[in-house]
């Protein structure tokens, strides 16, 4: 059978299939794109497109210096695309030096905080919580929520699912959500507020970019799927100890001060493992 009938013949789900496994970088800046679009002709969620084209052009001109200084290549813009929109969702400014700090920052992370030639921090998450720590005067963090929109908020939470599964990082986002909501129910017993108050922001912009996209990074997610359940865990548990102490932000510092620990110590043990194996055995003849 001729090769180019072969093509023409092919059913169209599996060339689908092909072309995502072939372009899967480019899926999570359009899903994080539409996130943003529902949310903007939806709720209006952004100040201005001014601060967004510069917390995004920012990022992708860092990311373009920062690849060729340091490592001497030239990256893929796609996951600057990722960190640059993200600020300019996350974040809120009356002035637009803070999206531009804050991306600067993000970037920066990926080539200062390094070990092991691995980032440590999601450079969104390093970059927003510095922001949202030390110029809380300057920046607040986006926190207006879906409301009852339903439609959107299932669009946004199917797509994303799939993206992470494909991703191979189901496990984080439903390990996450599940100890959020057990953990809620416990706080709504500590505080005496309504139980879907405590749940209500998981159907927020904010926290579906921080469940869909940080807390399931893959180049600073631990390299083993019961790490990463763990991880997830522990950023939970960390964010209910902030919550409790009225931090609005807490999912951000929970996941800044638990991500980099995990993520140096599973690089620490890869290195550690590799070595042993590396290492010659004392046998039979050999000069110990």
């Known amino acids: ?38 949310g903007q002709f939806t709720f209006g969620i952004l100040d201005s497109y001014m601060t967004l084209v510069a917390a995004i052009a920012t990022a992708m001109i860092a990311e373009i210096i920062l690849a060729r200084i340091v490592l001497g290549t030239w990256k ?11 600020v300019g969702i996350l974040i809120r400014s009356n002035v ?13 992370s990926k080539y200062v905080f390094r070990y092991k030639d691995r980032h440590l921090w999601n450079p969104s998450n390093f970059g927003v ?6 110029y809380s005067v300057h920046v607040a963090g986006l926190s207006i929520q879906w409301g009852s929109n339903l439609a959107a908020m299932s669009v946004i939470w199917i797509l994303g699912l799939l993206i992470v599964n494909r991703a191979k990082r189901l496990h984080v986002t439903v390990t996450y959500v599940i100890s959020f909501s057990i953990l809620a129910y416990v ?19 904010m926290y579906q970019l921080f469940i869909f996209f ?33 931090l609005i932000y807490a999912p951000f510092f929970a996941l800044f001060l638990v991500g980099p620990v995990a993520k ?14 590396e290492k010659p055995g004392v046998g039979p003849g050999s000069v110990a």
């Open 1 to 38: 059978m001729p090769k180019e009938y072969q093509l023409e013949s092919m059913p169209a789900t599996a060339s689908l299939s092909q072309w995502l496994k072939n372009n899967f970088q480019y899926i999570p800046p359009a899903f994080i794109t539409l996130i943003l679009l529902v």
């Open 76 to 86: 893929n813009l796609a996951s600057a695309y990722i960190t640059g929109i993200s």
């Open 96 to 108: 637009v030096w803070p999206y531009i700090v804050t991306s600067l920052l993000s970037i920066l």
């Open 129 to 134: 919580s510095w922001m949202l720590a030390l």
């Open 187 to 205: 706080r709504c017993l500590i505080t005496g507020d309504a139980f879907l108050a405590e749940l209500s922001p998981l159907t927020g912009p």
């Open 214 to 246: 940080m807390i399931t990074d893959p180049p600073t997610s631990v390299s083993t799927r019961k790490g990463r359940i763990i991880v997830a865990v522990l950023v939970a548990i960390v964010e209910f100890v902030l919550r409790l102490n009225n």
């Open 264 to 277: 140096f110590f599973d690089l620490r043990s890869i290195a550690l493992r590799n070595r042993k194996r």
